[in-house]
């Protein structure tokens, strides 16, 4: 069952996003197994924002495990995912039309 994850990351910066993804995609393991998509911002208090799609939540979770070092390598502030689930993910290219 496909999960949406999002991370509220307080004092979270674009710059430690940023160099934490480019550690991500230049890992052997990128892209990880049940990715869906990924959407990340400011989260307008002063921390970032990143909001996943996954096929389960095992697949999150694995991933997690595998990204954690390279968040602190970047300096990434300690952040607990929240997982619910989702009834439906429509992509754009999918879509008929």
């Known amino acids: ?3 949406i994850v999002t ?19 230049a890992a052997e393991w990128f892209p990880p197994a ?4 990924h959407a ?8 970032w924002r990143v909001v996943d799609f996954w096929e389960s939540e095992e697949d999150f979770r694995a991933f997690a495990e595998h990204a954690r070092p390279l968040f602190e390598r970047a300096g990434s502030p300690t952040a ?6 989702a009834v439906n ?4 290219g999918e879509l008929p039309g």
């Open 1 to 3: 069952m496909a999960v």
């Open 7 to 25: 991370v509220e990351i307080p004092g979270g910066t674009e710059e430690q996003y940023r160099e934490s993804s480019r550690q991500m995609m």
């Open 34 to 37: 049940g990715f869906i998509a």
């Open 40 to 47: 990340a911002g400011p989260d307008g208090s002063g921390g």
């Open 80 to 85: 607990v995912p929240h997982v619910q689930q």
């Open 89 to 92: 993910v429509m992509l754009r």
